[in-house]
């Protein structure tokens, strides 16, 4: 049977592979390196939830057509990570890592470590998106997008959600 320790660490294992081989697979693709802050809710037993800020790291390739044309890759993959804040009854931290695939929604699974509350000491996190485009300068190679989305948590007692917004700049690192 598989805990969520070791679901948590396969998911480590997974994240790291796709950090150390990310700039090799995205060779002759699109690289691009994605920042940005992000607010929300989470579920942590407290009546409404608490208010969860985060800063987010993504790591991503878009591949072409073979004609060039379209531009928009399907699929494209991606590597995050970051760290959470939950402003609740206790102060909880958690930095995490997510792999996943954009195909018109962001779909990604990870693990989490949580450190203060009673949420338990490490997560398994399932993430659906929704990138929205706000602002894209193509010939530089930047944009900023609006991305809200839900995030689905599993510890060794139980589940919790958060819902929210992250806001992005992207830039691309290379093509």
């Given at each position: 049977?598989?805990?969520?320790h070791?679901?948590a660490?396969?998911?480590?294992?997974?994240?790291?592979?796709?950090?150390?081989?990310?700039?090799a697979?995205?060779?002759?693709?699109?690289?691009?390196?994605?920042?940005?802050?992000?607010?929300?809710?989470?579920?942590?037993?407290?009546?409404?939830?608490?208010?969860?800020?985060s800063?987010?790291?993504?790591m991503?390739?878009?591949?072409?057509?073979s004609?060039?044309?379209?531009?928009?890759?399907?699929?494209?993959?991606?590597?995050?990570?970051g760290?959470?804040?939950?402003?609740?009854?206790?102060?909880?931290?958690?930095?995490?890592?997510?792999?996943?695939?954009?195909?018109?929604?962001?779909f990604?699974?990870?693990?989490?470590?949580?450190?203060?509350?009673?949420?338990?000491?490490?997560?398994?996190?399932?993430?659906?998106?929704?990138?929205?485009?706000?602002k894209?300068?193509?010939?530089?190679?930047?944009?900023?997008?609006?991305?809200?989305?839900?995030?689905?948590y599993?510890?060794?007692?139980?589940?919790?959600r958060?819902?929210?917004?992250?806001?992005?700049?992207?830039?691309?690192?290379?093509?």
């Amino acid at each position: 049977m598989i805990t969520v320790h070791r679901a948590a660490l396969v998911a480590a294992v997974i994240l790291v592979h796709a950090l150390v081989s990310a700039p090799a697979a995205a060779a002759g693709d699109e690289f691009w390196l994605v920042l940005g802050p992000g607010a929300g809710r989470i579920e942590d037993g407290s009546p409404g939830g608490s208010p969860v800020y985060s800063v987010d790291i993504t790591m991503g390739n878009e591949a072409t057509s073979s004609n060039g044309i379209i531009s928009l890759g399907l699929p494209q993959f991606w590597v995050s990570g970051g760290v959470r804040a939950v402003d609740g009854d206790e102060d909880i931290l958690m930095p995490y890592g997510e792999v996943g695939v954009w195909f018109i929604l962001a779909f990604g699974a990870g693990c989490s470590r949580i450190f203060g509350g009673n949420l338990g000491d490490y997560a398994v996190n399932l993430f659906l998106g929704m990138p929205v485009p706000l602002k894209a300068w193509e010939r530089e190679g930047h944009f900023i997008m609006a991305e809200p989305y839900y995030r689905y948590y599993r510890t060794v007692d139980g589940g919790f959600r958060e819902f929210g917004v992250l806001v992005k700049y992207g830039n691309r690192l290379f093509d």
